[in-house]
């Protein structure tokens, strides 16, 4: 299916690796040009070489914070108007909510609530002018079935939700379309070390904890982030116009749930 989009701009946090490399590859592949975003240099420009050598796309690396005022406006210098946006950050530590401080759960709002929201501040009247945009906000499956140790994230992730709920109204007859991503396990580096702490708690060997996990999937696997890239291409797609305001979970039906 041809999405539409090539020629397209893009920009795409947390994405030198795991879910956001995911996302930048499949946009790279429609024929977007994507500038990537992260903090480390040299994995950052690895990542950005290797979507090119298999898109044939042109990518910019931007190694920024883009939780910071001034990570956000160099990626914004080199991509001063995207019509596509995916707010990816990795999540705070896990841990338990009675070790944390001010100074824990302002970390936590402002990377994975606040940042999101200034980075669609500073692109949505953009996309309005132009009469095309797609935003995409990767948050996490804990939005909809809290976990115990990621208390951090389920706080900031929901207030996130919340927030994009209200906004999305507000754009959609303007042709932008604004959705959250709610990844369940996925194989990435962080995946890891949530099993590892998960593992340290409950006292037993990480394959054990591991083993545990992949057996709450239904699908007997963990997902691969190139899956998760494609569903987010096509929510930046023409085809997916009409879809906006939602939670889309994507767990491999680990939930129980009917809604």
Not at 144 to 171: D, H, Q
Request: hydrophobic fraction near 40%; charge should be neutral; aromatic fraction near 6%.
């Amino acid at each position: 299916m041809d999405l539409g989009i090539a020629g397209r701009k893009a920009i795409v946090g947390g994405a030198s690796q795991g879910l956001g490399r995911g996302c930048a590859m499949a946009l790279a592949r429609e024929g977007v040009h994507v500038t990537i975003v992260a903090r480390t240099r040299d994995k950052l420009e690895k990542t950005a070489a290797e979507i090119e050598a298999k898109t044939g796309t042109p990518v910019i690396p931007v190694a920024a914070d883009i939780n910071t005022e001034e990570g956000r406006a160099e990626a914004l210098k080199a991509c001063p108007e995207p019509d596509i946006l995916v707010n990816n950050s990795g999540g705070p530590p896990p841990g338990a909510f009675r070790d944390w401080g001010q100074e824990e759960w302002f970390s936590a709002l402002n990377n994975n609530m606040l940042s999101p929201i200034f980075m669609i501040k500073d692109t949505i009247d953009g996309m309005i002018e132009r009469k095309f945009g797609r935003i995409v906000n990767v948050t996490s499956s804990a939005v909809k079935a809290p976990i115990g140790i990621l208390g951090l994230s389920n706080g900031a992730r929901a207030g996130l939700t919340g927030f994009i709920a209200g906004l999305a109204r507000e754009v959609a007859r303007h042709n932008i379309t604004v959705n959250n991503l709610l990844p369940g396990d996925f194989a990435t580096d962080r995946h890891k070390s949530n099993t590892m702490e998960m593992a340290k708690k409950a006292g037993i060997p990480y394959e054990e904890m591991h083993a545990k996990r992949v057996a709450l999937v239904a699908a007997g696997r963990f997902g691969d982030p190139a899956e998760f890239g494609e569903y987010c291409a096509f929510l930046c797609s023409e085809q997916a116009g009409f879809i906006t305001a939602q939670n889309l979970l994507i767990d491999g039906g680990k939930y129980p749930g009917t809604f």
